[in-house]
């Protein structure tokens, strides 16, 4: 019912910054937020930010300070802006859409995009 892209993930030196944007499409009208999910290899999938409708906003303890989530409504588009990377950040991330269960766990969430690769040398 609702389909999730992501891009803008690549390769880039730590201290620098990227941009992640999610295009959603379909009932988007259903969702009640929005979020940013981490997958790094032999690790489980992990919180990172979210945003709700009423446009409240959640971070991850890592990256509180550094990273910034939007959204763009005419747009159906959220973004995610990451600065001053590290390399502990590299990972899959996921945007994903929730209907209203649990906003900081991926159990609270019904949609998910194919992930874009996000890698930090130092």
């Known amino acids: 019912q609702v389909s999730l892209v992501e891009s803008g993930g690549g390769s880039v030196q730590a201290g620098s910054s990227l941009r992640l944007s999610c295009l959603a499409s379909?009932?988007?009208?259903?969702?009640?937020?929005m979020g940013w999910f981490r997958q790094a290899p032999g690790k489980e999938r992990e919180f990172v930010a979210a945003?709700?409708?009423?446009?409240?906003?959640f971070y991850a303890d890592s990256v509180q300070g550094r990273f910034t989530i939007s959204r763009d409504d005419a747009k159906n588009t959220v973004y995610l802006q990451m600065n001053s990377l590290k390399p502990e950040d590299m990972a899959v991330y996921y945007c994903?859409?929730?209907?209203?269960?649990?906003?900081?766990?991926?159990?609270?969430?019904?949609?998910w995009g194919q992930g874009t690769q996000v890698t930090v040398s130092s």
């Open positions: 945003i709700t409708r009423s446009g409240g906003r």
């Open positions: 994903a859409a929730g209907t209203g269960r649990a906003v900081g766990r991926p159990t609270g969430y019904d949609y």
């Open positions: 379909g009932r988007t009208s259903s969702t009640y937020y």
